[in-house]
C-alpha cells in the first residue's frame, strides 16, 4: 500500500512539474508573440515614415515637366529603403551592450546615415546615392558625386553638435576621450548631478552626444543601445526640413555674416523637429512615449509593456 501511495505522489509531482513547464512554456509563447508584433510595428513606422517623408519631399521638388504620382512613388520607394536601412543600424545597436564589439561602432554609425543619406536624397528628388552625408565628432560630412573634382567632398563644424556637447559639459558631465575616439560621437561619463537627465535615469542621449552613468567604476553599457537609438532619431527628421529649405536658404544667403560664416559652420538647427515632436508625446515618459519605446525596444530586444 506504501509503495503505491508513493508512486501516486510521484505522478502527481511529475504531472505538476510537467503542468508548471507547459504554462511557463505558453508565456514565453506569448512574450514572443507580443514581441514580434512590436517589432513588426516598429519597422513599419521606420520603413514607411521615411517612406512618407521621401515622397513628399520629392514631391516638392520635382522638375518641370515631371508628374505628380510617379514622382511621389519613386521618392517614396527610395525612402522606404533609406528607412529599411536605418531599422537594421538601430538594431544592430544592441551588440554595445559588449565593449568588445565597440570596434564596430564607427561602421554601425556610417550605415546608419547611409539610410539616412539615402532618405535625404529622395526628399530631394535627386538619385538615391547621389549625396552622403555623416557627422563625426561634432563635424558634418557631406560627399557629392555631382560635383565638380576638388569640390566633392566638403566638412563644416555642427552647430546643433556645439550645442549640446557645451550643454553636456555645463551640466558637469566628465568628457571620455578614448571612448569618444571609439564611438564617433561625444561620449562622456554622466555627472550625478545633471539636471537635465530624467530622475532616476543612468544616462542620457542629446544631438550626437551621450552620457552614460557609472556603477563600481564601471559603465552601465546595458543602457548604451538605448541611447544610441536616441541619437539617431534626431536625424530621422531631418527629411522635413527639406519641404521649405529652398526658400529658407534664399532669405538667410542675404545675410552677409550668414554666407561668411556657412563655408565653415552648420546651422543645423533641424534636431528641433524631433525635439518638438518628443515634447508631444503622453506621459507617463516610459513607455506611452514612442520615441522611448523605440528605443527600449532595440536596447532590450524584448517585449515592452505599454
Do not use: W
Not at 515637366?65 to 511621389?72: A, D, I
Not at 537635465?196 to 551621450?210: E, L, V
Not at 531631418?238 to 556657412?262: G, M, Q, V
Amino acid at each position: 500500500m506504501k509503495k503505491y501511495t508513493l508512486l501516486i505522489l510521484i505522478s502527481l509531482l511529475f504531472c505538476s512539474i510537467s503542468k508548471i513547464n507547459i504554462a511557463q512554456s505558453q508565456i514565453y509563447i506569448d512574450q514572443q508573440n507580443q514581441y514580434r508584433a512590436q517589432q513588426n510595428q516598429v519597422l513599419a513606422m521606420n520603413i514607411f515614415s521615411n517612406g512618407l517623408m521621401a515622397g513628399i519631399g520629392g514631391v516638392i521638388h520635382k522638375k518641370k515637366g515631371e508628374k505628380f504620382f510617379p514622382v511621389f512613388l519613386k521618392s517614396f520607394g527610395k525612402g522606404c529603403i533609406g528607412g529599411a536601412i536605418k531599422y537594421t543600424a538601430k538594431y544592430q545597436t544592441n551588440i554595445f551592450r559588449s565593449q568588445q564589439f565597440n570596434i564596430l561602432l564607427p561602421i554601425n554609425r556610417a550605415y546608419f546615415f547611409l539610410g539616412h543619406s539615402i532618405t535625404m536624397n529622395a526628399s530631394r528628388n535627386e538619385k538615391m546615392l547621389s549625396n552622403f552625408y555623416a557627422n563625426f565628432y561634432g563635424v558634418n560630412f557631406h560627399y557629392n558625386n555631382k560635383a565638380e573634382k576638388g569640390e566633392r567632398f566638403n566638412s563644416r563644424l555642427s552647430l546643433g553638435t556645439m550645442v549640446s556637447l557645451g550643454t553636456f559639459l555645463a551640466e558637469g558631465n566628465r568628457l571620455d576621450f578614448i571612448k569618444t575616439l571609439e564611438f564617433g560621437e561625444f561620449y562622456f561619463d554622466k555627472s550625478s548631478t545633471s539636471k537635465i537627465a530624467p530622475q532616476g535615469s543612468r544616462g542620457y542621449a542629446g544631438f550626437n552626444t551621450i552620457a552614460i552613468q557609472k556603477d563600481n567604476g564601471f559603465p552601465i553599457t546595458s543602457i548604451i543601445p538605448h541611447e544610441l537609438v536616441h541619437n539617431y532619431q534626431f536625424y530621422d527628421y531631418y527629411p522635413i526640413s527639406t519641404f521649405y529649405e529652398k526658400s529658407l536658404n534664399k532669405a538667410l544667403d542675404k545675410s552677409t555674416l550668414y554666407r561668411k560664416l556657412s563655408k565653415y559652420l552648420d546651422f543645423d538647427y533641424q534636431p528641433l523637429i524631433f525635439g518638438t515632436l518628443y515634447l508631444t508625446q503622453p506621459k507617463p515618459r516610459y513607455f506611452k512615449n514612442y520615441f522611448e519605446f523605440e528605443a527600449e525596444h532595440f536596447g532590450d530586444r524584448r517585449y515592452i509593456p505599454r
